[in-house]
């Protein structure tokens, strides 16, 4: 079946330090691919999206690039903040329902 | 814009009881979808409605069911509630088209004691 794979957390950075959370999906067909972020007692909300191949998705600093050919679709921020600091979730979706596929979730830590 | 809304925000039952949650999507949004967040199984999708209907469905037992109204307002019921379904319960509103971007709400902490 369908799913997504994350690096496991907590992943604990300094202010202003480089973020990469990486994110390999399976599927058969082809699914547009999401990342969603959630604060704490929150629920979850839209950081990007990218529904093809090659497609960049990018939102407040956060970039992530559809790579098909390594079934990829990596979370990269270039400086963090300490108001960064959530649980980041990798998901994808189908092209033919609404049904979302979530990968494990990865915690993120940014001090200050 | 009002945003998707759930009731109550926490919740506590007893073993064997039944428990409705109840999620009001964004106006106008005709989609309702209900995900199940636990810390071991992360977040799984129980079902979707769209104009009344059941249009897709987790792997879930029987026990899990829902249904949506004519408002769009959609309802989830557990019944013999079990400890394992202590969870988060999101719901996710889009406007109904497949590929619509779903919004989520503040979600529903069940515990089950």
């Known amino acids: 079946g369908n799913s997504v794979t994350q690096m496991e957390g907590p992943v604990t950075l300094s202010e202003e330090a480089f973020l990469t959370i990486n994110c390999t999906y399976t599927?058969?067909?082809?699914?547009?691919l999401f990342w969603y972020v959630q604060y704490p007692g929150e629920g979850l909300q839209l950081l990007l999206k990218?529904?093809?191949?090659?497609d960049k998705g990018s939102n407040k600093g956060f970039e992530a690039t559809y790579r098909k050919e390594t079934t990829s679709f990596h979370l990269e921020k270039g400086s963090v903040q300490v108001s960064d600091s959530a649980v980041y979730f990798c998901?994808?979706?189908?092209?033919?329902?609404?049904?979302?596929?979530f990968g494990a979730g990865t915690i993120l830590r940014v001090k200050s | 814009k009002a945003g998707v809304t759930q009731t109550p925000r926490y919740l506590i039952k007893t073993r064997g009881q039944q428990v409705t949650l109840s999620c009001s999507p964004i106006?106008?949004?005709?989609?309702v979808s209900w995900y199940q967040q636990t810390p071991g199984q992360g977040l799984q999708f129980l079902f979707e409605?769209?104009?009344?209907?059941?249009?897709n469905k987790g792997n879930f037992p029987g026990r899990f069911s829902g249904r949506q109204f004519s408002n769009s307002r959609s309802e989830m019921n557990v019944s013999t509630l079990e400890l394992g379904d202590s969870a988060l319960y999101l719901c996710?509103?889009?406007?109904?088209?497949?590929?619509?971007?779903?919004?989520f709400g503040p979600g529903t902490r069940l515990t089950v004691l």
């Open positions: 990218a529904t093809k191949a090659d």
């Open positions: 409605y769209f104009s009344e209907t059941q249009r």
């Open positions: 996710a509103s889009s406007r109904g088209g497949v590929g619509n971007e779903q919004f």
């Open positions: 998901a994808l979706r189908m092209e033919y329902g609404n049904k979302l596929v």
């Open positions: 106006s106008g949004h005709r989609s």
């Open positions: 599927a058969t067909g082809y699914p547009s």
